[in-house]
C-alpha cells in the first residue's frame, strides 16, 4: 500500500528566509505526487503537482524518485504564505484518488 | 459557479445515531470523491463515485456507505455513530475519476461531532 510521510508538523521561519517541506512517499509504482494547501478559513485546494513542472506562487516541488521525495521549496517565504500543506500522491492505477500525507504547518514570522 | 458544496456546515450527533452529509460537485464534474479528515491528520480516502458507479473505497467500516445520484450530487451516510467518527468530513469533485493527474477541488467540509 501507498503512503505517505511528513516529518515535520510545524516550521517556523521568518520572512525572506527559504522554507522547504519535506515529503517522502512509499509506492513501487509510478505515482502522481501534488501539494495542497489550506489557508486560514479557506477549503484545501491544489498548489503544484510534479507533471506541470511548474512554479505557483515562488514555490517549487522536485520529484526524486530515487530517494522517493516531493519536498516543497521556496526561497523567501512571505507572511501570506503561512498555511496547511499537505503532500498528497495517486496511482495512475488508481485514477485520481489521493493518498495524503499528515500536512505541515507553516508559519511565516514578520 | 460556487465550486463544490456541502451541507450541513456542522453537525451534532450522540453515539449510535445515523448521519447523511450531502455534497454537490462542480458543474459538468461527474467525479465525486469522500475524505475523512481527523483533527491533526490528514485527509483519509473513504469513497469515490464516478457516473453513479463506486470506484473505490477505503479503509473504513461497512458503517460508512454512499452514493451519487443522476444530478451527480452524492451523500455520504454513516450508521451506529462511534465516537472517532467525529471529524471534518470533505467531499471533492473532478471531471474524470480514471485520470491520475485530474485535480480534485474540495468543498469546505461538514464537521461531525458524536458525542
Known amino acids: 500500500a501507498q503512503r505517505v510521510t511528513q516529518p515535520e508538523k510545524l516550521l517556523s521561519v521568518f520572512k525572506g528566509a527559504p522554507v522547504e517541506l519535506k515529503c517522502n512517499y512509499s509506492y513501487s509504482g509510478s505515482p502522481e505526487l501534488f501539494w495542497y494547501v489550506q489557508y486560514s478559513r479557506q477549503r484545501l485546494q491544489l498548489l503544484l503537482r510534479h507533471i506541470s513542472r511548474e512554479s505557483i506562487k515562488g514555490f517549487t516541488a522536485d520529484l526524486n524518485k530515487g530517494e522517493t521525495s516531493f519536498h516543497l521549496k521556496k526561497p523567501f517565504a512571505q507572511e501570506e504564505d503561512s498555511a496547511m500543506y499537505y503532500c498528497a500522491l495517486s496511482r495512475k492505477a488508481a485514477g485520481n484518488k489521493l493518498t495524503f500525507g499528515g500536512g505541515t504547518r507553516v508559519l511565516v514570522k514578520p | 459557479d460556487a465550486g463544490v458544496t456541502q451541507s450541513p456546515t456542522h453537525l451534532i450527533k450522540t453515539r449510535g445515531q445515523q448521519v447523511t452529509l450531502r455534497c454537490s460537485p462542480i458543474?459538468?464534474?461527474?467525479?465525486v470523491s469522500w475524505y475523512q479528515q481527523v483533527l491533526g491528520q490528514g485527509p483519509q480516502f473513504i469513497f469515490q463515485y464516478y457516473e453513479k458507479e463506486e470506484r473505490g473505497r477505503g479503509n473504513f467500516p461497512d458503517r460508512f456507505s454512499a452514493r451519487q445520484f443522476p444530478n451527480y450530487s452524492s451523500e455520504l451516510n454513516v450508521n451506529a455513530l462511534l465516537l472517532g467518527d467525529s471529524a471534518l468530513y470533505l467531499c471533492?469533485?473532478?471531471?474524470?475519476?480514471?485520470?491520475?493527474?485530474?485535480?480534485?477541488?474540495f468543498g469546505p467540509g461538514t464537521r461531525l461531532t458524536v458525542l
Open positions: 458543474s459538468g464534474h461527474k467525479s
Open positions: 471533492a469533485s473532478s471531471g474524470l475519476a480514471g485520470v491520475s493527474t485530474d485535480t480534485q477541488y
